[in-house]
């Protein structure tokens, strides 16, 4: 394995093998997975999107999935460009280029000053989309997003989700490809079905994480976390997601590809919570799902009852009082990003005053 492999924009190099792991990618400026980017990128909103990026690297993100494909526009391949062109300038994030075109991917590759991850390359059908971005792998010298699909469809089992990985790691080789080109995607499904078919997806995807790296020295793992809740309750998809991925961390997984801001530590998710999610993630109980969307039915009613009970007013103030410093505690602790800027100001010039 070529020693630290890395990803860089203009501006930055980030380890793909972060200590601690994740490797944080930044999904929300993805047209495909968030209505807000999709909305911008319909009314050629640059600057939008450019803040939507800027806000994913103040929330943790080490790297930005960028995705502009629409139905309802064509010009996929300009806006692209224009936007990479624009991020590269502004944004101090490395980048996934995220499309199913592969032009659109090259002629993005190009604009950047460094070296992107492509999402994502898989064998589906006759295996063209990987034949046609394995020869940009190497020209480019980039990883990509491995995805567990195969001739055959979407890899389910453990063994399926091995099998794959092996599959498309030998059809890379061919074109010599090294094995940290390869970010695996080994695939999590939702848990909110129900559907006997899905009940030890979660638990089979750890395992594939666990297989992947065991067998596949040097390769790395991914996941698009936020995959394994959809359709459960708002209130209950961070926790999920946050467990889940405290799970994933220790079966071997190197990145994920989630909003930071949805991730919960796991020390600070109470007991209740972290069994409700290990019941549904393990199916350690026939009843897990139901549990779990019952005790979050339970919580969403009685903080709705809460708020009502209350004066109605849920903005969190600051008070006047307080020193600059303590408002930019509470301003970043809260989230509140109105009045930072003056608050950072006046907390530099109080300590220049105290010194």
């Not at 590269?88 to 000053?113: F, G, M, N, R």
Request: glycine share 6%.
């Amino acid at each position: 394995m070529a020693k630290n492999p890395r990803i860089s924009s203009a501006l930055n190099a980030v380890d793909i093998q972060q200590n601690p792991p994740p490797l944080i990618i930044g999904e929300r400026v993805n047209s495909q997975g968030s209505r807000k980017a999709k909305e911008m990128v319909l009314k050629d909103d640059f600057e939008g999107l450019l803040n939507l990026a800027r806000s994913q690297v103040e929330e943790g993100a080490h790297c930005l999935d960028i995705c502009v494909a629409t139905t309802e526009r064509s010009d996929e391949h300009d806006f692209m460009c224009q936007l990479v062109k624009r991020l590269c300038l502004e944004i101090e994030a490395p980048l996934v280029i995220d499309s199913t075109d592969p032009k659109v991917i090259e002629s993005a590759i190009k604009q950047i000053p460094g070296k992107p991850i492509i999402n994502s390359i898989n064998l589906e059908g006759d295996g063209s989309r990987f034949h046609s971005l394995a020869p940009l792998m190497i020209k480019y010298g980039v990883p990509a997003i491995a995805m567990c699909i195969g001739p055959n469809g979407m890899a389910k089992t453990p063994k399926e989700k091995l099998e794959t990985a092996q599959l498309l790691f030998e059809t890379g080789k061919k074109y010599g490809l090294k094995p940290w080109q390869f970010i695996f995607d080994v695939l999590t499904f939702t848990l909110a079905t129900g559907q006997e078919e899905f009940l030890d997806s979660a638990k089979n995807t750890l395992e594939g994480i666990r297989l992947v790296k065991e067998n596949l020295p040097g390769c790395f793992t991914t996941l698009g976390l936020s995959n394994v809740s959809f359709g459960l309750p708002t209130h209950a998809r961070k926790i999920i997601n946050s467990v889940f991925l405290y799970h994933a961390i220790k079966s071997g997984l190197d990145s994920v590809i989630i909003n930071p801001k949805d991730i919960v530590a796991y020390s600070d998710i109470n007991q209740e919570e972290r069994r409700l999610a290990e019941n549904l993630i393990f199916n350690l109980r026939n009843t897990a799902l139901a549990d779990l969307i019952s005790y979050y039915e339970n919580k969403t009613n009685t903080s709705d009852q809460t708020k009502k009970q209350s004066d109605g007013n849920s903005k969190l103030d600051i008070d006047p009082s307080w020193k600059f410093d303590k408002k930019c505690y509470y301003r970043i602790v809260n989230r509140l990003r109105e009045g930072i800027e003056y608050d950072v100001v006046g907390a530099i010039l109080d300590n220049v005053k105290d010194k």
